[in-house]
């Protein structure tokens, strides 16, 4: 997401939202769905069991990545591959449509 960022920033150009949009974006349904989605996850929230495995999934997520962070070479091999994969995708993507003339 943050190579594509960067990507978007560099390039503005490079996607015209305009014809994703529809001329009159839906406020209403787009509304009533993030009312929802608060009112799920702050249910979801005020439940004990589900508060306790959330948040010991977050302690075990957070302990493994100290672990992998407190070697820079690990930290450099996950991250290079994280942002190298998409790259070479998006490469690969660009030299196909180079390719067919787009």
């Known amino acids: 997401v943050g190579l594509l960022a960067a990507l978007l920033v560099a390039f503005p150009g490079a996607l015209p939202f305009g014809a994703l949009l529809p001329d009159e974006a839906p406020a209403g349904p787009l509304l009533m769905a993030g009312v929802a989605l608060v009112l799920v996850v702050g249910g ?22 100290r672990s992998v962070h407190a070697r820079p070479a690990r930290a450099v091999a996950l991250w290079g591959g994280a942002l190298a994969f998409p790259a070479l995708q998006a490469g690969v993507l660009v030299l196909v449509a180079r390719a067919f003339g787009l």
């Open 44 to 65: 979801l929230a005020a439940v004990r069991r589900v508060r306790t495995v959330v948040a010991g999934f977050l302690q075990t997520a957070l302990r493994e990545a």
